[in-house]
């Protein structure tokens, strides 16, 4: 018999042929005479013997039908372990990929890329509804990522508040929800805005307290 180790395909020509005899129950071995224990079989099967300790139990298996059926579960079952471990590296591999696909469409920036940005509306005369302007200038915001912090109008109180970019009232392109608190008698919203994707031009800025009306702002993005 030669030294060398079986080749896959010679492995597989082997086993399809012990299959067709040994399997059929030709090759009984109710006292397990000469049979190697149930460690050598495992590690035979998941490829953990040394090319000359695999070949000394090459010829048993093909004459001992009770060891070839214990070989053949534990290949079944290595098989099916690897398909897992496969499966969920390829997994693994395709949620890293979503999320750098994610950053990459968002545009994510570092922290330091974040831009303080302060609106103080709290002496601005505002009209609430979609109807009107304010009587005064646009706001302006550069258009950018943003850490906004709105210093709301007189009267308006802490809480829950909705607040967007909108093109049209009811078509916003940005929307987003925070907490108001009073900081030195204002209430003070903040919030993260990112405008980098959006046209520079004339948009509104809504907000309002959840279940009350909006109040609309001209906007212009630089």
Request: positive net charge; aromatic residues 10%; charged residues 25%.
């Amino acid at each position: 018999m030669s030294d060398r180790p079986l080749t896959k395909r010679e492995e597989r020509r082997l086993i399809k042929a012990y299959r067709r005899v040994v399997l059929g129950g030709e090759f009984p071995n109710p006292n397990r005479a000469g049979c190697p224990d149930s460690k050598i079989l495992e590690a035979m099967a998941i490829r953990k013997l040394q090319p000359e300790q695999v070949l000394n139990w090459t010829e048993h298996l093909g004459t001992c039908s009770p060891c070839f059926h214990e070989y053949t579960e534990f290949r079944e079952d290595y098989k099916r372990l690897r398909f897992r471990r496969i499966a969920s590296m390829a997994a693994c591999v395709v949620a890293v990929a979503a999320v750098v696909v994610w950053l990459v469409v968002n545009h994510l920036v570092g922290p330091g890329h974040l831009q303080a940005v302060t609106l103080d509306l709290s002496n601005w005369a505002t009209l609430r509804g979609a109807e009107g302007n304010a009587p005064n200038p646009p706001l302006q915001l550069p258009k950018g990522y943003l850490n906004l912090t709105l210093h709301l109008p007189a009267g308006s109180e802490p809480g829950t508040y909705d607040v967007q970019v909108v093109r049209e009232p009811g078509q916003p392109i940005w929307s987003a929800q925070g907490e108001a608190t009073f900081e030195n008698y204002k209430a003070t919203l903040r919030v993260k805005v990112d405008l980098r994707r959006f046209t520079p031009g004339l948009y509104q800025l809504a907000f309002r307290r959840q279940d009350r009306s909006w109040t609309y702002i001209p906007l212009v993005l630089k």
